[in-house]
């Protein structure tokens, strides 16, 4: 029934991911260019090249905020797709659990990657 | 009262095919937008995740991973996820420009689309060149 005043409900999550998503896909895009820009400066990348940039602090550092944008834009976009596609709640809920588990697992194998015992 | 006699309910189709409909350009672009994002979720992250991990192990790793990535199968790979995030990148450009209200109206919007899904296929060909 429609009542004659009516306020726009929701749990409003839906700006903070709209501009939660936009966020991480400036950083991500940022992150993109630099190791494109690394990459064409040394003209391919070598083990050493590699290793030696991934020594650096600040390399580490922003490859951590790329990898955490990641995580989260894949959150909400993953999250979309269940909320249009999965009709059943259970079934819905129980893929985002899994999708939530999945990433992370992702997110602590970036630590690991970054600052874990070599 | 002849207008009330009529069903209010025009007969419409129940539902609509999305592959009998032509799609508009765009359409092709917002859809490839949510598969490709799909694909680097499932495929690119691991693949991600397990490149810098073997790269960055040792020599001997980082030498392995060379040799894997030299398999064909591994280069048709590396190649659709390159597709998928060259692809995903520019038609999230073209949602942040339409957010600004940049490229609203319908023409161009449409050569946008046109724009983000050919310059998408033309990165690719240049990674497939350096991939062969």
């Known amino acids: 029934m429609v009542t004659s005043v009516q306020r726009a409900g929701g749990a409003h999550y839906g700006w903070r991911d709209w501009l939660s998503q936009r966020i991480t896909a400036v950083i991500m895009l940022l992150y993109t260019l630099l190791i494109l820009g690394v990459v064409l400066w040394n003209g391919g990348l070598d083990y050493t090249t590699w290793t030696r940039l991934f020594a650096g602090g600040a390399f580490r550092l922003a490859t951590f905020l790329f990898m955490v944008a990641l995580m989260l834009h894949a959150w909400v976009g993953v999250r979309n797709i269940t909320m249009d596609y999965l009709k059943v709640a259970w079934v819905r809920l129980s893929v985002q659990v899994a999708v939530i588990c999945v990433l992370v697992v992702y997110a602590g194998w970036t630590l690991a990657l970054l600052w874990g015992a070599p | ?132």
Request: proline share 6%.
């Open chain 2, 1 to 132: 009262m002849a207008a009330l006699d009529r069903p209010v309910v025009k007969p419409r189709p129940v539902y609509l095919n999305l592959l009998a409909i032509r799609q508009p350009l765009a359409a092709v672009v917002s859809i490839l937008h949510r598969a490709s994002g799909a694909l680097l979720f499932l495929v690119g992250i691991p693949a991600l995740l397990w490149s810098v991990e073997a790269s960055l192990v040792s020599p001997e790793t980082f030498g392995q991973w060379k040799a894997v990535m030299r398999h064909p199968v591994a280069k048709l790979v590396a190649l659709v996820l390159a597709w998928a995030y060259i692809h995903h990148l520019l038609a999230g450009l073209r949602h942040l420009a339409l957010d600004l209200h940049v490229g609203l109206d319908l023409p161009s919007a449409r050569r946008s689309a046109a724009f983000v899904f050919v310059l998408g296929l033309l990165l690719t060909l240049l990674v497939a060149v350096r991939l062969w």
